[in-house]
T-cell receptor, first 121, second 108 residues
Framework: GAVVSQHPSWVICKSGTSVKIECRSL??????MFWYRQFPKQSLMLMAT?????????EQGVEKDKFLINHASLTLSTLTVTSAHPEDSSFYIC?????????????????FGPGTRLTVL | KNEVEQSPQNLTAQEGEFITINCSYS?????LHWLQQHPGGGIVSLFM???GKKKHGRLIATINIQEKHSSLHITASHPRDSAVYIC??????????FGSGTRLQVQP
């Protein structure tokens, strides 16, 4: 079953509004979460890396004041697209990394969320 | 040269065929991931390998650490296997390093 969830799975908003996307690790503690965006038929582009309890590290060219990332707990990170514009329309994907405990022990693991499709009108 | 390279970029197969997608990497990695993405859909983690071989249903993933090479095999392929398959190396540096993906189309 899914170990990382995203909410919402899709959202349509008006230009100028802000949209918050949640990423949750369901059965492990994610010390690090990554946020990606993906344009049609293109590869994933890393936007930022967030570690629990500290400020996110943004990739070059990504506006930190526009894409606000919060990683307040070991199971939740949020990405807020502020003052969204049509060019922000994209597929946003998170991944979560941490130790996952099973009957066989623990594994440093990384799983992807199902993605959020944002359309800004 | 990309640190993680995949081949082929595009692959068309007939239903029932055995499919192999290759991935080679030029950097040290602690693990290699195989991911699947259906058109318009999210990413599904298929395998995470650090050595040897893993099998899940009709999917088999192998990795050769010495040769820095991994393969993803699909046995008895089906049209629902049509997707983009991505290998990604975990170099320990923050996020994964992605290959460019292999677009697979399985025709009935």
């Amino acid at each position: 079953g899914a170990v990382v969830s995203q909410h919402p799975s899709w959202v349509i908003c008006k230009s100028g509004t802000s949209v918050k996307i949640e990423c949750r690790s369901l059965d492990f503690q994610a010390t690090t979460m990554f946020w990606y965006r993906q344009f049609p038929k293109q590869s994933l582009m890393l936007m930022a890396t967030s570690n629990e309890g500290s400020k996110a590290t943004y990739e070059q060219g990504v506006e930190k004041d526009k894409f606000l990332i919060n990683h307040a707990s070991l199971t939740l990170s949020t990405l807020t697209v502020t003052s969204a514009h049509p060019e922000d329309s994209s597929f946003y994907i998170c991944s979560a990394r941490g130790l996952r405990f099973t009957s066989g022990g623990s594994t440093d693991t990384q799983y992807f969320g199902p993605g959020t499709r944002l359309t800004v009108l | 040269k990309n640190e993680v390279e995949q081949s082929p970029q595009n692959l068309t197969a007939q239903e029932g065929e055995f499919i192999t997608i290759n991935c080679s990497y030029s950097v040290g990695i602690s693990a290699l991931h195989w991911l699947q993405q259906h058109p318009g859909g999210g990413i599904v983690s298929l395998f995470m390998l650090s050595s040897g071989k893993k099998k899940h249903g009709r999917l088999i993933a192998t990795i050769n650490i010495q040769e820095k090479h991994s393969s993803l095999h699909i046995t008895a392929s089906h049209p629902r296997d049509s997707a983009v398959y991505i290998c990604a190396g975990d170099t320990g540096r923050r996020a994964l390093t992605f290959g460019s993906g292999t677009r697979l189309q399985v025709q009935p």
